[in-house]
Structures are given as C-alpha cells and as structure tokens.
C-alpha cells in the first residue's frame, strides 16, 4: 500500500506548499506598500514584461482573431447569420480568448524569464547577499516583477483582443467579403460594457497577479542549482497555465451572474 | 541608477498603446462613452419588441442614424424605446418605427420610414407610429393553426 | 546544527577575539560556511545561541536581524554581486537604501576601492570583471558601510597564487585600515597561517581554537597534521 502514502505524502506537500504561497503573497503585498517605491526597478520590469511581449502578443491576437473569423464565417453561414461575425469574434475574445490566450503566453513568455531571473540570482547568492546588506529580497527583486505583471496583462490582453477583432475583420471583410459595416455594427450592438469589456479587464488583472506572484515565487523558492532554476521554470508555466485556466472557470462562473 | 531612455520611451509606447486598445474596447466597442455629441433622443411606443437590445442600431434607408439607448414598459405595460440620433438627422412627426430583423434568423433592429409632414421631430418626443417585431414562432403558430382549421372544415364539408 | 536531517556539527563552541583577523579551516563539509550563515542569521541551528557583538541572532525576528546585519559585512564566495547593476551601483546600493546623499556615496564609494585597490571600474558590470576583480569589488561592498564584522568566504578560491597573494594583502591592509573583527574562512592552510590571529578548526569529530604558532606546534598530533600536511591544502 506504498502509494497511499505517497498520495498522502504528495497531498501534504501540496498544502505545504501552499501555505508557503500564501505567506509569500502576504509578504509580497506588504511589501508594495512599504517604501521605498522602487520606481526604476518597475519600469524596467514593466520594458521586460509588456515591450518584450509585445510582438507575440500582437501577432498572436491576428492570427487567433483570422481563424475565429474563418471558423465563425464557416459556422454562421449555415444558419444565414453571417452579418453577426463581429459579434461571434468580439464576444469570444473579450470574454475569454482575449485575457486567457494572453495570460498563457505570458506565464510562457514572460513569467518562465522571471522564475529564471530570480532562481539564479538564488543560486548565485545575489539573494543572500542583499539580506546581508539589510535589503529584503521580496521587496527589492519580487515586489517591482509582481506589480509590473499584474500593470501589464491588462494592456497586453487589450492589444489581443483588438489585434483578434481585426484579424476577423480581415477575414471577413477581406476575404469572405462581408460588409464592414455589418461586422463593426454587429460587434458593437452586441458587446456591453459591463459584462464583457469589464469583465474582460478583471480577468486579466487577476491572471496578471497570479503570474506574477506565481513566477516570483518559484523563482524565489528554487533550489540553488541549475537543475533546480530550470525546474522552476517549468513549474511556473505548468501551475501558472492550469491555474488561469481553473480561475478562469469560477470568474466566468461568478461573473456571469 | 543606469538611465536606459530607449527603454522608458519604448514602455511609453507600449503603455500608450495598451491604454489606447483598452480605450477601443471600452468605448466603440462596448460603448461606455454616451451618445454622440449634440445628438438628441426621441422615443416610440411598441407592443411588441420582440429581442430588440440596448445599443441596437437605427437606421434610415440602410444608413446608420443612431442606437437603441434604453428599453422599459410605460403605464400601459407597452414597450417604450429611447433612441439615441446623430444631430445631423431631421425626423418628420410622421415617421414610422419599425422593428426588424437582420436576415433571418439575425439580431433585431429599427429601421425608421420618413414621412412627409413639414414638422421635426424635437429632442424627447414621441414617434407616433410604430410596426411591431415580428416573432417567427407566432407566425408559424399561426399557419400551423390555420391549416390545422382548414383541414378540419374540408373534413366537415366531405362529411 | 542540521539541515534537515543531516548534522553539520554538534556542540560548537567559540569566540572571536575583537578586531582581529580569525580563520575557520576545516575539510569540506565541515560546516564552514554553515558558520558564517549562522552568524548572519541566515540558517537558524537546531539548538544554541549566536551571539554577534551582544546580540543573540537566533532569537531575533528578521526585522530585528536587518538592524544586526547593519553592524556586519559579508564578502560571498562567487561575490554575489547584482548581475545586472554597475560596480559604482552595486557598491552604492547599501547606502542609497539608507537614503544616503549622492554626494557623500560617491566619495565612500571610491574609498573603498581604493583600499582594495581597484581604479576605473565604476561603469563595468560584474560580468566584465577578472576573478580576482569580482572578490575585490565584493570585499569593497562587504565594507561599504564600515561594518563591526566581516565575514568572509573563501576569499581565495578559483585564483592563481599571485592573486591569492594579492588579496590576502588587501584583506590585511582592510583589516589596518578600518580595525575591523574579521571572520575567513578558507581551505587554503598556508595563506590562513600567514593572515590569522586566532584560529578555528572545523576536525570531524570536534572544533579546535587557538593561536596559529600555538596550534601548528603544540602536541595535540590531529590538528598538527591537519595544519602542516599538504593535503590539507587541496581540501575545498
């Protein structure tokens, strides 16, 4: 019966593990409102984060947006509602394309570049030095990575959404030879502020703060080996991805009513 | 502190450009900016709306002159419909309110049939003539119906 | 003292003797650097007390720890510098937190490397810095606020023996200059006995202290062996 003690085993390190997070975000938070602010370091992650992201973001929107618009075209004109196209790829990406395709390209892009930042400065005792000099790590390297992620997703997830729109746009104005007019009027008559752009935003910043402290953490966290920085990583963009995807549920869920 | 100004004025742009898609999204597409500057309301009466939204378009002649603002019942528990023109319009007191659909099976919207009288339309009145939504089921309902009596009277006559 | 499961020592005990320059020495796996960590609050022992200039550091919150380490310096083995900041930057760090005028941290800093002997290395970034460089600009940062304690570790692993030299030099001359109590660690016998005041040695069953001359010629045989055999000195 040696697996129900590894279950049990693995069970309570998971919680373990947990409870760690847990204290991490707590000191984490407490940390962006004590001084001082580190304004230079938050711009800087703020460049690494949202400018670095920027081209896969914007590229992938296009091209998510082009096949919503191909598969939507395809669908709708079964039904002779191809003048709704707009609608269809507005509302899936705003509602959940937009903030949770960008969510997971920048656990994978932006978030593993941070669990591997931190984890080597671990490894490297850059951490341990700055507790020597009476600087806390969390403040001075987590802290301006964390609140840059949570600043940038939002914006990041806008830029998806709008690249998708007209990537649809592309496709079926351009290609399937739909009215413009149409598309944009549909798009706009049925999106409403509240429950879909809103909604929209709040996702996102939630996925930004859970990447951010996700990747801070692991990267704080990792063993002081190679190894373990790549492991790391890896685990930030594993938990980081089934995380938004398992938040993304109840947001949707809560949202929705 | 290392100065990296390619690098702030690149967050500048990036910053500038999220904000601006967020603006986007927010405003032309899920309409938080009110009406259209100097535009003006009028409403209609309708028994029968049948899934017209808020936001839906207004149209003249296949043009689009306004939205659907807001949707409620009057003390009659009819439909009353308040539009939201561009100020550019000029609606004769006779206008007619219909309520259509986009194709078969599309969203609902209002198209307006201009009428001949000299006097407009000021901000806030009311439309004095309106057409009902059509509501498919009904319509079906009915043929159903209808053929159904039919039957039964040949059935009668043969007897 | 353990980590997890696995004991690095037991029942330890010394003193340092202020302003002067003591060495730990002891095979690898000895437990030398889990001293020093001990002594910056870094690891907590399983059992027993620190005591750093009067306050016990196993008993302190790590609010309270930040106010003790004021009073320390550490000089790291791979230096610990912050990769992507500047010398001058990294140097400056310490003081800029403490809210320090530019002014006067331009000057600090510039004393202190000097007095490792470094000239024009402000805008270079520790990735372009030698070996011998890095231990140096590390040291200069260890002592940037004039601390009570230094704490160095392994100062002269990965150099050739003329730089080994060199810092021991600097390591001494620091030591003139500012009158600080100085902790090294290191497995490299011959530079320890040439530097040392007091020494600590880690054997694997005990801890020995004592003066150097004393301990290499007294009668107790392990620890002459230890202090005079040449394996010692390849130990890391």
């Known amino acids: ?257 | 502190m290392t100065r990296a100004p390619l690098r702030d004025f690149l967050v500048g742009c990036f910053l500038l450009l999220g904000i601006a898609a967020m603006a986007y999204l927010s405003m032309r597409v899920g309409g938080l900016a009110g009406g259209p500057p100097g535009g003006f309301t009028v409403f209609a009466t309708f028994d029968e709306i049948g899934g017209l939204k808020p936001r839906a378009p207004v149209v003249v002649s296949g043009v689009k002159v306004g939205q659907v603002k807001t949707i409620g019942l009057d003390k009659t528990y009819r439909a009353r419909v308040e539009f939201d023109l561009m100020p550019t319009v000029a609606l004769p007191v006779d206008t007619t309110a219909s309520i259509v659909t986009s194709g078969v099976l599309g969203d609902r919207y209002v198209q307006l049939q201009l009428g001949g009288d000299p006097e407009t339309l000021k901000n806030g009145e009311d439309l004095t003539f309106t057409e009902s939504a059509v509501i498919l089921e009904r319509l079906i309902g009915k043929f159903v119906h209808n053929v159904g009596v039919d039957k039964g009277a040949k059935g009668e006559e043969k007897d | ?236």
């Open chain 3, 1 to 236: 003292m353990a980590f997890g499961s696995r004991p690095v020592f037991r029942d330890l005990s010394c003193r340092f003797p202020k302003g002067r320059v003591s060495c730990i020495l002891g095979g690898s796996g000895s437990g030398k650097s889990t001293m020093l960590k001990l002594i910056g609050g870094l690891v907590r022992p399983t059992a027993g007390r620190v005591l750093v200039d009067g306050d016990d550091v196993t008993a302190l919150s790590e609010r309270d720890l930040y106010r003790v380490r004021r009073k320390l310096g550490m000089m790291f083995q791979g230096g610990a510098l912050l990769d992507s900041m500047t010398v001058f930057d990294n140097l400056a760090l310490p003081l800029r937190e403490r809210g320090e005028p530019e002014s006067r941290i331009a000057d600090e800093v510039h004393d202190r490397l000097a007095a490792v002997g470094l000239q024009d290395v402000d805008p270079l970034l520790p990735g372009q810095l030698s070996g011998g460089m890095v231990k140096r600009v590390a040291l200069a940062r260890a002592i940037i606020q004039r601390p009570v304690i230094l704490l160095v570790d392994e100062p002269f692993s990965g150099l050739d023996p003329i730089s080994t030299r060199r810092i021991e030099g600097v390591l001494l001359d620091v030591n003139q200059k500012f009158g600080m109590t100085m902790l090294v660690i290191s497995h490299d016998v011959p530079s320890t006995l040439r530097m040392a005041n007091w020494l600590v040695l880690l054997l694997p069953e005990r801890a020995v202290e004592g003066e150097p001359r004393a301990l290499a010629t007294g009668r107790d045989a392990e620890v002459v062996e230890f202090l005079t055999s040449s394996e010692a000195t390849s130990a890391a």
């Open chain 1, 1 to 257: 019966m040696r697996w129900v003690q590894d279950l049990g085993a693995t069970a309570l390190r998971f919680v373990d593990d947990l409870g760690r997070f847990g204290l991490f975000t707590a000191q984490l938070v407490r940390a962006l409102v004590l001084p001082p602010p580190r304004v230079r370091a938050f711009v800087d992650e703020l460049y690494k984060l949202g400018v670095l992201s920027f081209v896969i973001i914007t590229v992938c929107g296009l091209a998510v947006g082009m096949v919503l618009g191909l598969q939507g075209y395809n669908t709708l004109a079964r039904f002779g509602a191809t003048n709704s196209l707009g609608a269809v790829v507005g509302l899936s990406l705003l509602r959940e394309l937009g903030p949770v395709l960008t969510a997971l390209l920048a656990t994978g892009r932006a978030g593993s570049a941070t669990t591997a930042e931190i984890g080597t400065m671990v490894a490297t005792e850059q951490l341990d030095g700055l507790r020597m000099m009476s600087i806390d790590p969390v403040h001075f390297v987590a802290m301006p990575r964390a609140a840059a992620m949570v600043a940038v997703m939002p914006l990041l997830a806008a830029l998806f959404t709008t690249m998708g729109i007209f990537g649809g746009y592309l496709i079926g104005v351009g290609l399937m030879g739909l009215d413009g007019g149409a598309y944009l009027s549909s798009l706009e008559s049925s999106v409403d502020f509240r429950d879909d752009v809103l909604g929209s935003f709040v996702k996102a910043l939630v996925f930004g703060a859970l990447t951010g402290l996700i990747a801070t953490y692991r990267g704080y966290t990792s063993a002081p080996t190679s190894a373990g920085v790549s492991a790391a990583t890896t685990s930030t963009v594993v938990v980081g991805s089934v995380t938004i995807l398992l938040v993304d549920y109840v947001i949707t869920a809560l949202w929705g009513v």
